[in-house]
C-alpha cells in the first residue's frame, strides 16, 4: 500500500471506473442473462386518447414459444398504479391512477396495452405485431393552454385537465411593480425536450423460491424496491434491485416505471426470468421527458437599473399522468426563480395541466433551467429596455458576497457565494469590448455575430428532508444519503453508498475522500453502489446530490472509523485519542510521526479482537446524512454564436464557463459535468425538441428527428473556475451535475438575439432552429 | 429494431440476381448495402418475404474512366466515391450521413431506392447521367432524367438489376454542392447540386439539380436557362438563383415548411453556382 | 419462412461458424450469440454509432448489418482491440483524458475513432469531429472525446505516417 502526503482529494485522478468501460468489460442489464430468461415485448398504442374496445391475444399466444400475452386486466391482483411521491401540504393535486398496463383507456402514443413473453427476442416482437387491439378514438388534449381552458379531457372524470395549482411568493408583488419605472413581460417557453441517455432502459426481473431480484437501468434502486414490494405484495426483504451499470440517466432514469412492475409480476406469474430492453423508439415516447412550460414573465425595475418586482406565471404541460415527482418538478424551479439578483417581490405562480401525451418529470436540471433561462433571457431584456448595459445590469442586483448566508423572497437560504468575481473571471477570458469590435466589423462582411451571458446559481443537493419531506414542500420521502465504511482486515477497503452513479465517476471521487481520511492510497478503496442487497437504504441520484450528500455522507462514516481507529492506536501507542492524526498514511501522534500504525495494522487488532476494553471489534460504520441546507453552485457563462441569417442556422463558434462547485474533489470530473451539461444545454436551445401533432402523434419518434447534436455542431468548450466552498457541509462541496445545462440556455439565447439586434430582432423563444430563427429575422424586417 | 422474418439469398452474378428476382415474385427485393433496407425493415416499414443479397457479385464494386465518362459499378460505397476523381459527386458522396453509413451505403442502392432526400440522385441527374439496367431481357440503359419517377419510385423493373452508373466526365465544368441540414449526420432538408462551364467568362453551360424539393430530385432549368450565355458573376448568379424553386413542390416536414424550403433552395442554389464558379 | 443460415465469421481473430437467421443482426450475433456484450445498441435507427464494429477494416454499424451479410468477415469489436493489461492507445486516452462517463457510447466512439486514424493517422480538431459525426454521446459533450482521439493521434495511435 502506497500513501502519499499529498491528499487525493482535488486532484484529477483517471478513473476507478474506465478500466471496464473502454474494454467492453462493463455490465449493463441488457449484457446479463440468466438461463431461461423470457423475453418481453410490449403491445402499445397508436392513439393519443382512445378507449379500449378489445384486445385479441389470441393469434400472438399461439406462436410457438410465446408463453403469455398479459394485459391490464390480468395484472387485477396489482395492490395499486404507479406512484407519485408529491403530497403538498394544503395543495389537492389531481392524481389518476396510472397503470403498468393501460385498463380500459389510453392517454399516450406509447401506453402500454399488453405485454408478449416469450422464449426468444425476436420472436417477441412478432408476435406482438399480432395483438390486435380495437381502439375507440377519443378527442384529445394537445395544446396546454386549450387543454387548461376545458374539454376534451384526458381524465374526463376529473371534468378538468388542471392538475394542481401552486405558488410561492416573498415579498409584497404589488409594492415592487409600484415602485418600478419600467416592467416588462415576456411570454417565455421552455420546450419539452427527452431525457436521452444513450442506453435506453432495460429489466432482468427473477423471482425465485419467493424471492425477487431485479436488475434495471435506475437512477434510484431503493425506490424502486420500495415501490416493487408495495405493488406486488412482496415483504421489502424479498426483493433487491441491482442498478449495474448504467449508461446515462439525466432523470429520465428517476423513476419508478411500469415495465419494472411488469417484468417483476410476470417473472413471479411464470416462474422465470423475464428480460425487456427499451427500444429507441420506445424511448422517445414512454421514458418520462421534461420542461414544457409556458410563463408568463413580468419584470420591474427602477430606471437606475434595481430589480424591483418578479412574477412568474407557468403553464406546465405534465403530459397524461403524474408519474414519481411530476407536478413537483416546476416547484424545484421556484425556489431559484430570482436567480443570482436580490429582487425584494418575488412570486412563482405554477398551474399543471393533463395533456394526451408522455408524462413529464425530472430532467437534468429539473425545474431549474427552466426558471434560470427566464430571469437570465428577462436581465437582457431589461438591460435593453432601461439602456443599461447587460453585465451592468447584472451587477447591480448581484446578490452580494457579504449578504450570504442570504435569505432570497423565495424563502430559502443561498449557502454561499460571490456572483462578482465568478462574473470578473469570465470576463478575463472573454474581452467585451474586442468582442465589439470584431462583431462589427463581422456585421460589415454580412456575419452576424453575437454574444450571451448567463449568470446564474441554482439549488441543489437534495436535500434537507425538513424542508423537502412531507412537512416542508411534500415529497414523501427523506432526502438524506446514506454510506457505509467497511475496513477490511488488511487494511483494504469497501465503501457502499445509497446514490446510484451512472457515469458521473463517484467510484473514484469517494475513493478520493475516503483514502485522504484513513491514509490509504484510493486504489484500495472500493465503492459499491446501485444494490439494495448491500449496504444501507438509500436515496439514489438526481438534483446533483450525490456528492453534496452522499460524499458527504461517505465523509461522515469514514470520519467514524477514524475515530474508533484513533482510539485503537491511541491504546496500542498510549496515548491520547485526541492526539491521534492520519499523515504519511499512517495513524500516529501527534509530533511524532515516526511511531505509528498503517490502516491494515489497526485492522489487524479491530479483526483479531484485541481492542481496547469495551470495545466492539470491527473497523466499519454507517452514517445517515440529512444536510441542514441545499448547495447552491453558481457561475458566469459567456456563449458567442454565429447566425447565418439567409437560412437561420446557429452555430456555436466559441462558450466560455466559470463555475463555482466549492471545493473541488476532482477537477476531471467536474470538468467533465460541465462539459456534458454545456451540450445539454446547447442542444436544447438550438437542437432538441419533442415535437406532438395536432393529433397528438409523436413526431419526433427516434434519433433521426430527435436531435441530439453531434461532435461536429459542437465546439471545444473553455473553463474556469472559482471556488466558494459550502457551509452546508464538512467538504464545503457544492453539486455540478446540472450546472452547465442550466446556464446554457439563456447564454444560447441571448447570443442569438444580440446577433439579430441590428435587423431588428429583440426576442425569441427557444428551440432556436433554422426554420424559427429566419422568420423571426422575416418577422422583425417586416415591422 | 427487429425485421419482420424473411428469406436469404446470396448471389453471385448478375443473372443470378435477376433470376431470383423473377422467382421471388413480387415481395422480393435486392440487398446491397443495406443501410436503407434494412432500416426500414428493422421499424418495420417494410417487409420482403426474401433479400437477395448482391454485395458479393464481383466487378460491381469500382469506378472507371471510360473516354469521356465515368463509370461506376453499383456496389460501389459512397466512402469509394467521395475520395474518386469523379466530379461533382465525390463531392456529393462526402455529404452523405457518416463515415459508418458511407463504408456500407452504395450508388446502386442510393439511386434505385428512389429516395427525393438521398443526395446522390440529384447529383446523377445534374449531370445527365444514366443507368445500366439488367433485366430478364438483357441490358437496357435509363436516362437519369427518365429514372426517378416518383417518390421511392423508380424506371427499374421489379426483376431489374441497376448494374453500373454512368456520368460524363465535366472536364472544365466547376461544381458545387451545397446541403442544408441541421446536424452533419442528417439527410439534407434542401441540397442544391451544381456544375458550370465557363468560357471566356460566360456560362456557356449550367447544369443544376434540386433535392428534396418534391417526390423526386429535380433539374432547376428555369435557373440554368437564366444563367446559361450569362457572365459568370455574382449578380448572374444571384439572379438566377432566384428561380431555383420554380416548378418545385416540396413536402413540408418537421424542420421545414414549403415556404422555406423554397427559400433555402434560392440561398443555396446561388452558393453551390458561386462554389462552382470558383477557381478549383 | 426463413429458417436458418450458417454463417462463418473471423471475430477478433478467432474463427466462428453460427447458425442464425436471417434477419438476425450482427450486432445480436456479435453480443448474444458470441458473447461480445463490449458493442452496444443506443438505437432502432442507426444514428448512434454505439454499435461501431470493424468489417473487414472498415468502421460499420453493426445494428445496420444482418450477420448474414457478414459472411466470411473479419470483424473486431471493442474487446478485440485491446484489453486489460495491453490497452489500445485510443483506450488509453480515453481513460486519461476522461474521455467517458457513462461508458454506453464509448466502445463505438473508440472503434470509430480507430478507423479515423488508420486512415488519417493526424487528424485536425475538425476533422475528428466530423469523423465522428455518426456516434452520439449524451455525457460528455465531446469536448474530452476529441481531445482523446487527438492525443491518441499524437501518441502514434494511427497508422504509421508514410514518409
Ligand atoms: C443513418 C443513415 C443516414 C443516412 N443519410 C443519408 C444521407 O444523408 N444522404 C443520402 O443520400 N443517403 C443517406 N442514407 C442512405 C444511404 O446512403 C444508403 O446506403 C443508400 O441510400 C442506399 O444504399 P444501399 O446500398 O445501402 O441500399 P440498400 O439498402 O441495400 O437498398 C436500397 C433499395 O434499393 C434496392 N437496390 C439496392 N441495390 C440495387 C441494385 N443494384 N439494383 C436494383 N435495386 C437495388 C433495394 O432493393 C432497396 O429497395 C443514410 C442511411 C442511414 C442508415
Ligand atoms: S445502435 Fe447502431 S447506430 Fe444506434
Ligand atoms: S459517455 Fe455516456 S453516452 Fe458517451
Known amino acids: 500500500m502506497s500513501a502519499t502526503a499529498e491528499p487525493h482529494v482535488g486532484r484529477p485522478l483517471r478513473r476507478k471506473e474506465d478500466p471496464r468501460l473502454i474494454t467492453g468489460r462493463a455490465r449493463y442489464v441488457d449484457d446479463i442473462s440468466l438461463p431461461g430468461t423470457l423475453w418481453a415485448a410490449f403491445v402499445r398504442s397508436p392513439e393519443a386518447h382512445a378507449s379500449i374496445v378489445s384486445i385479441d391475444t389470441s393469434a400472438a399466444t399461439a406462436r410457438p414459444g410465446i408463453h403469455a400475452v398479459l394485459t391490464g386486466e390480468d395484472m387485477a391482483d396489482l395492490a395499486g398504479p404507479l406512484p407519485m411521491a408529491w403530497a403538498p401540504p394544503g395543495v389537492e393535486v389531481n392524481n389518476p391512477p396510472h397503470w403498468p398496463l393501460a385498463r380500459g383507456s389510453v392517454k399516450h402514443v406509447g401506453d402500454p396495452v399488453a405485454v408478449v413473453l416469450g422464449e426468444d427476442r425476436y420472436a417477441v416482437v412478432d408476435a406482438a405485431e399480432d395483438v390486435i387491439v380495437a381502439y375507440e378514438p377519443l378527442p384529445v388534449a394537445i395544446d396546454p393552454e ?13 371534468g378538468t385537465n388542471q392538475v394542481h395549482s401552486w405558488t410561492l411568493a416573498g415579498g409584497d408583488l404589488e409594492a415592487g411593480f409600484a415602485a418600478a419605472d419600467v416592467t416588462i413581460q415576456r411570454r417565455v417557453i421552455n420546450h419539452r425536450i427527452a431525457g436521452a441517455p444513450i442506453e435506453p432502459r432495460g429489466v432482468l426481473a427473477d423471482y425465485r423460491a419467493g424471492a425477487l431480484t431485479l436488475h434495471t437501468s435506475t437512477q434510484v434502486p431503493h425506490f424502486v424496491r420500495l415501490f416493487v414490494a408495495l405493488l406486488l405484495g412482496l415483504s421489502e426483504e424479498k426483493v433487491r434491485v441491482i442498478a449495474p451499470e448504467v449508461g446515462g440517466g439525466f432523470g429520465a432514469k428517476l423513476q419508478v416505471y411500469g415495465e419494472e412492475i411488469v417484468a417483476c409480476w410476470a417473472s413471479r406469474a411464470l416462474g422465470r426470468p423475464v428480460k425487456w430492453i427499451e427500444t429507441r423508439s420506445e424511448n422517445m415516447s414512454v421514458t418520462h421527458q421534461g420542461r414544457d412550460q409556458i410563463a408568463t414573465v413580468r419584470m420591474g425595475a427602477t430606471r437606475d437599473g434595481q430589480i424591483t418586482a418578479y412574477h412568474v ?107 462578482v468575481a465568478s462574473l470578473d473571471k469570465l470576463l478575463e477570458h472573454v474581452d467585451v469590448d474586442a468582442f465589439r469590435a470584431e462583431q462589427a466589423q463581422l456585421r460589415e462582411q454580412g456575419i452576424y455575430r453575437g454574444i450571451g451571458f448567463s449568470t446564474y446559481t441554482e439549488i441543489c443537493g437534495l436535500a434537507p428532508s425538513r424542508i423537502t419531506g ?128 498503517t490502516l491494515a495494522e489497526v485492522a489487524g487488532i479491530a479483526y483479531i479482537g484485541a481492542v481496547p476494553e469495551g470495545m466492539e471489534p470491527g473497523l466499519e460504520e454507517t452514517t445517515f446524512n440529512d444536510p441542514e441546507n441545499f448547495v447552491f453552485p453558481f457561475g458566469a457563462h459567456a456563449c458567442i454564436v454565429d447566425v447565418d441569417t439567409a437560412t437561420g442556422k446557429v452555430n456555436v463558434v466559441r462558450y466560455v464557463a466559470v463555475d463555482d462547485c466549492g471545493n473541488p474533489v476532482n477537477p476531471l470530473l467536474i470538468a467533465g459535468q460541465v462539459h456534458g451539461g454545456i451540450a445539454y444545454g446547447i442542444g436544447q436551445a438550438l437542437y432538441e425538441h419533442v415535437v406532438y401533432d395536432d393529433d397528438g402523434q409523436l413526431v419526433t419518434g427516434s434519433f433521426v428527428n430527435y436531435a441530439l447534436p453531434t461532435a461536429a455542431e459542437l465546439p471545444n468548450f473553455e473553463l474556469d473556475h472559482t471556488i466558494t466552498p459550502s457551509p452546508s457541509n464538512s467538504m464545503g462541496v457544492k453539486g455540478v451535475g446540472e450546472a452547465g445545462t442550466i446556464a446554457a440556455t439563456p447564454a444560447v439565447t441571448n447570443a442569438v438575439i444580440d446577433a439579430l439586434a441590428p435587423l431588428g430582432v429583440d426576442y425569441i423563444n427557444m428551440p432556436l432552429t433554422p426554420m424559427r430563427v429566419w422568420r423571426t429575422i422575416q418577422e422583425a424586417q417586416a415591422r | 429494431m427487429i425485421t419482420a422474418e424473411f428469406d436469404y439469398q446470396r448471389v453471385s452474378s448478375v443473372a443470378d440476381a435477376v433470376a431470383a428476382l423473377q422467382a421471388g415474385g413480387e415481395d422480393a427485393k435486392l440487398l446491397a448495402g443495406g443501410h436503407s433496407l434494412v432500416p426500414l425493415m428493422k421499424l418495420r416499414l417494410a417487409a420482403p418475404s426474401r433479400l437477395i ?9 469500382g469506378i472507371e474512366r471510360d473516354g469521356a465518362q465515368w463509370r461506376i459499378g453499383a456496389l460501389t460505397p459512397h466512402a469509394r466515391l467521395a475520395a474518386s476523381d469523379v466530379g461533382l459527386l465525390n463531392r456529393v458522396a462526402a455529404t452523405i450521413a457518416d463515415p459508418q453509413v458511407r463504408n456500407r451505403g452504395t450508388i446502386g442502392g442510393s439511386l434505385a431506392h428512389g429516395d427525393p432526400a438521398s443526395d446522390l440522385p440529384a447529383a446523377v441527374l445534374a449531370l445527365d447521367g444514366s443507368v445500366v439496367a439488367h433485366g430478364p431481357d438483357g441490358e437496357r440503359t435509363i436516362a437519369a432524367s427518365a429514372f426517378f419517377s416518383d417518390y421511392m419510385e423508380t424506371a427499374l423493373a421489379p426483376d431489374e ?29 434542401v441540397a442544391v447540386a451544381a456544375a458550370v462551364k465557363v468560357l471566356d467568362g460566360a456560362c456557356v453551360d449550367v447544369r443544376v439539380a434540386l433535392t428534396n424539393m418534391a417526390s423526386t430530385p429535380l433539374r432547376a432549368g428555369a435557373v440554368e436557362a437564366a444563367l446559361r450565355g450569362q457572365p459568370a458573376t455574382a449578380e448572374a448568379v444571384a439572379a438566377a438563383a432566384q428561380r431555383a424553386a420554380e416548378g418545385t413542390d416540396p413536402p413540408a416536414d418537421l424542420d421545414a415548411d414549403a415556404d422555406y424550403k423554397c427559400h433555402l433552395a434560392r440561398v443555396l442554389c446561388e452558393r453551390a453556382l458561386v462554389a462552382a464558379l470558383a477557381p478549383a | ?132 459525426d455518426g456516434n452520439l454521446c449524451r455525457c460528455t459533450g465531446y469536448h474530452n472525446i476529441v481531445k482523446a482521439v487527438l492525443s491518441a493521434a499524437e501518441a502514434g495511435a494511427g497508422a504509421p505516417v508514410a514518409s
Not at chain 1, 386549450?146 to 376529473?158: D, F, S
Open chain 1, 470 to 597: 412531507p412537512a416542508g414542500v411534500g415529497v414523501g420521502a427523506g432526502l438524506w444519503e446514506s454510506a457505509m465504511v467497511r475496513v477490511h482486515n488488511t487494511g483494504a477497503v469497501t465503501v457502499y453508498t445509497g446514490t446510484s452513479p451512472h457515469g458521473q465517476g463517484l467510484e473514484t471521487a469517494f475513493a478520493q475522500i475516503v483514502a485522504d481520511r484513513l491514509g490509504v492510497d484510493p486504489s484500495v478503496v472500493e465503492v459499491i453502489h446501485g444494490d439494495t442487497g448491500t449496504g444501507p437504504e438509500g436515496r439514489g441520484t438526481y438534483g446533483s446530490r450525490s456528492l453534496a450528500n452522499g460524499g458527504e455522507a461517505v465523509a461522515k462514516a469514514t470520519d467514524k472509523v477514524v475515530a474508533k481507529a484513533a482510539k485503537i492506536v491511541a491504546a496500542e501507542l498510549e496515548a491520547a485519542p485526541e492526539d491521534i492524526e492520519v499523515s504519511g498514511g499512517k495513524f500516529s501522534v501527534k509530533g511524532s510521526p515516526e511511531k505509528g500504525m
Open chain 2, 53 to 61: 443479397d448482391i454485395s458479393g457479385v464481383p466487378g460491381l464494386a
Open chain 3, 1 to 132: 419462412m426463413s429458417g436458418s443460415v450458417t454463417v462463418h465469421l473471423t471475430v477478433n481473430g478467432v474463427e466462428h461458424e453460427l447458425e442464425v437467421e436471417p434477419r438476425r443482426l450482427l450486432v445480436h450475433a456479435l453480443r448474444d450469440d458470441l458473447g461480445l456484450t463490449g458493442t452496444h445498441v443506443g438505437c432502432d435507427t442507426s444514428n448512434c454509432g454505439a454499435c461501431t464494429v470493424h468489417l473487414n477494416g472498415d468502421a460499420v454499424k453493426s445494428c445496420t448489418i444482418l450477420a448474414v451479410q457478414a459472411e466470411g468477415s473479419a470483424v473486431t469489436t471493442i474487446e478485440g482491440l485491446g484489453g486489460e493489461g495491453n490497452l489500445h492507445p485510443l483506450q488509453e486516452a480515453f481513460w486519461n483524458d476522461h474521455g467517458l462517463q457513462c461508458g454506453y457510447c464509448t466502445p463505438g466512439m473508440i472503434m470509430a475513432s480507430a478507423a479515423l486514424l488508420a486512415e488519417n493517422a493526424h487528424p485536425s480538431e475538425a476533422e475528428v469531429r466530423h469523423a465522428l
Open chain 2, 161 to 189: 438489376m441497376l448494374c453500373e452508373v454512368r456520368v460524363p466526365a465535366m472536364d472544365g465544368y466547376g461544381f458545387g454542392y451545397e446541403k442544408f441540414h441541421r446536424r452533419a449526420e442528417d439527410w439534407a432538408v
Open chain 1, 313 to 419: 406565471k407557468i403553464l406546465a404541460d405534465l403530459g397524461a399522468y403524474n408519474m414519481l415527482l411530476t407536478p413537483l418538478i416546476p416547484s424545484l424551479g421556484a425556489f431559484v426563480m430570482g436567480g443570482c439578483y436580490k429582487i425584494g417581490a418575488v412570486t412563482t405562480e405554477i398551474t399543471g395541466v393533463f395533456t394526451n401525451k408522455c408524462p413529464t418529470d425530472a430532467i437534468r436540471g429539473a425545474g431549474r433551467p427552466e426558471a434560470t433561462h427566464m430571469i437570465e433571457v428577462m436581465m437582457d431584456q431589461m438591460a435593453r429596455e432601461l439602456g443599461i448595459d447587460r453585465l451592468d445590469l447584472r451587477r447591480r442586483n448581484f446578490i452580494p458576497k457579504e449578504d450570504f448566508p442570504a435569505a432570497v423572497a423565495t424563502g430559502v437560504i443561498y449557502d454561499s457565494g460571490d456572483y
Open chain 1, 146 to 158: 386549450q387543454a387548461i381552458a376545458g374539454a376534451p379531457y384526458v381524465h374526463p372524470e376529473l
